[in-house]
């Protein structure tokens, strides 16, 4: 194979065979593995077969694009057996691509391996199966012989296309939003003109910690104030109804159905007819940025019981925004989420923030400790926050170029699949 990357088309088998999978798989080569990082490197090297027009003299990459987790399940014995023919003579590797999230539950795998592969290793040579999932834990608690490959999907991708930008003027048009993004660097920073705690964006709600954090804002009256976004997206009679009493203080619970009665707030996609169908990688305005002291960045995972408890650590294009934007931030997600990105070589802000809610198991015991920091946040002075600002710029630029350093490197995703079949 080389350099190559020799791929079956599994649209047949896969996308286009019904409705269901539709929900479940997208079109090969169009999700989150074929990344820009990926084509860049792969440029004029990639190559996309039909299964039923095959060389007998290469190997190949059988690619399962996922949507949801569900899609692995089924997807494992919907394969078709020309492709495992060509798995057990070692000439296929499958990859189930679900790189975009988070959710996907190792320890309930490898249970659902035992009762439903075990019994067909002699007939299927799962080791040349692969995973990708951008749940840091999961390669350390696989315990199965299908190969989990830790993919760092928004950080490689929105590093190589933030260094894409440098060399464009620091520019990027954004069509769907009434300003465009401007890579800046520490130079631009006006500490003077800061005078709003918080930036927060909340698009898709539906997420308990989402809902908590909007209950405290509520509670505080910090809408007009604060440049913060409530779009309501995945808001259902369902959820509506429900106050998230396992991640929200009691104090804040008479603040929920005000909540949900409240209409969305805005503050960028006031031009936008479909809120929930744009690109939120590079959407935000600088002037949100310059304007306030901190980022409230509210991850995807926060309280993931259904995952694997307390080793479930996510980070999407949420927590890069901050980092590409010169911003402090304090980080509601999952335990040790911090330390994680510490070992990626980034800086927090421990001390001015207390950060050991990053510690706390026990998910309302964290929210009460992070909804404490703000409360301190928003009691400084203006003098303390900007003297603070002063004293963390080297820190915001080491964030920024750590960040942008990862874009001009080759990544272990690359490296995989250039040594896939040796």
Same mark, same amino acid.
């Given at each position: 194979?080389?350099?190559?990357?020799?791929?079956i088309?599994s649209?047949k088998?896969?996308?286009?065979?019904n409705?269901?999978s539709n929900?479940n798989y997208?079109k090969?080569?169009?999700?989150?593995f074929?990344?820009s990082e990926?084509?860049?490197?792969? *440029?004029?090297? $990639?190559k996309? &077969?039909?299964?039923?027009?095959?060389? =007998?003299t +290469?190997?190949?990459?059988y690619?399962?694009?996922?949507?949801?987790q569900?899609?692995?399940y089924?997807?494992?014995?919907?394969?078709p057996?020309k492709?495992?023919?060509?798995?057990?003579?070692?000439?296929c590797?499958?990859i189930?691509s679900?790189e975009a999230?988070?959710?996907?539950?190792?320890n309930?795998?490898?249970?659902w391996?035992?009762?439903?592969?075990?019994?067909?290793?002699?007939?299927i040579?799962f080791?040349?199966?692969?995973?990708?999932?951008?749940?840091l834990?999961?390669e350390?608690?696989? *315990?199965?012989p $299908?190969?989990? &490959?830790?993919?760092?999907?928004?950080f =490689?991708n +929105?590093?190589?296309?933030v260094?894409?930008?440098?060399?464009?003027?620091?520019?990027?048009e954004?069509?769907?939003?009434?300003?465009d993004?401007y890579?800046?660097n520490i130079?631009d920073?006006?500490?003077?003109?800061?005078?709003?705690?918080?930036?927060c964006?909340l698009?898709?709600?539906?997420?308990?910690h989402?809902?908590?954090l909007?209950c405290?804002f509520?509670?505080?009256?910090?809408?007009e104030?604060n440049?913060?976004s409530?779009l309501?997206?995945s808001?259902?009679p369902?959820l509506?109804?429900k106050?998230?009493?396992?991640?929200?203080?009691k104090?804040y619970?008479?603040?929920y159905?005000?909540?949900v009665n409240?209409p969305i707030?805005?503050?960028?996609?006031?031009?936008?007819?479909n809120?929930d169908g744009f690109?939120t990688s590079?959407?935000?305005?600088?002037k949100?940025y310059?304007?306030?002291?901190?980022?409230?960045?509210?991850?995807?995972?926060?309280?993931p019981e259904?995952?694997?408890?307390?080793?479930?650590?996510?980070?999407?294009?949420?927590?890069?925004k901050?980092?590409?934007?010169?911003?402090?931030?304090i980080?509601?997600?999952?335990?040790?989420s911090l330390?994680?990105?510490r070992?990626?070589?980034?800086?927090t802000?421990?001390g001015f923030?207390?950060?050991?809610?990053?510690?706390?198991?026990?998910?309302l015991k964290?929210?009460?400790?992070?909804?404490?920091?703000?409360?301190k946040?928003?009691n400084?002075?203006?003098?303390?926050?900007?003297?603070?600002w002063?004293e963390?710029?080297?820190?915001?630029?080491?964030?920024?170029k750590?960040?942008?350093?990862?874009?001009?490197?080759?990544?272990?995703k690359i490296?995989?699949?250039?040594?896939?079949?040796?």
């Open positions: 194979m080389g350099n190559f990357l020799n791929i088309n649209d088998h896969f996308y286009d065979s409705e269901f929900h997208m090969c080569l169009e999700g989150a074929y990344s990926l084509k860049n490197h792969f *440029e004029g090297r $990639v996309l &077969f039909d299964i039923d027009n095959l060389d =007998d +290469l190997k190949y990459i690619l399962i694009e996922c949507r949801t569900d899609g692995i089924s997807g494992f014995f919907r394969i057996q492709v495992l023919d060509l798995v057990n003579q070692d000439r590797k499958v189930f679900y999230e988070g959710d996907f539950n190792v309930y795998f490898n249970g391996y035992y009762l439903t592969c075990k019994g067909r290793e002699e007939e040579k080791s040349n199966f692969y995973i990708f999932h951008c749940e834990n999961c350390k608690n696989n *315990e199965t $299908v190969n989990f &490959f830790v993919s760092t999907h928004h =490689d +929105l590093s190589f296309e260094n894409k930008i440098a060399s464009n003027n620091g520019h990027r954004l069509d769907k939003f009434d300003y993004f890579l800046k130079k920073i006006d500490i003077d003109s800061k005078s709003k705690h918080f930036l964006y698009r898709n709600c539906g997420r308990d989402r809902r908590a909007a405290y509520q509670h505080h009256k910090l809408w104030n440049n913060i409530f309501k997206f808001y259902t369902k509506e109804s106050i998230p009493t396992s991640v929200l203080p104090k619970w008479n603040n159905e005000e909540t409240l707030v805005e503050i960028d996609t006031q031009n936008i007819d809120k690109d590079f959407s935000g305005n600088w949100h310059q304007e306030t002291y901190l980022s409230v960045v509210s991850e995807t995972m926060y309280s259904n995952i694997t408890p307390f080793e479930c650590n996510f980070f999407s294009e949420k927590i890069c901050p980092l590409i934007n010169l911003h402090p931030f980080l509601m997600s999952t335990p040790y330390q994680k990105l070992k990626f070589g980034f800086k802000f421990d923030i207390d950060e050991s809610y990053d510690k706390e198991k026990d998910h964290r929210t009460e400790m992070i909804f404490d920091e703000l409360d946040f928003r400084k002075s203006d003098k303390e926050l900007k003297d603070w002063k963390i710029l080297p820190i915001l630029e080491h964030n920024q750590t960040f942008m350093s990862m874009g001009n490197r080759k990544t272990n490296k995989l699949l250039e040594n896939i079949y040796d």
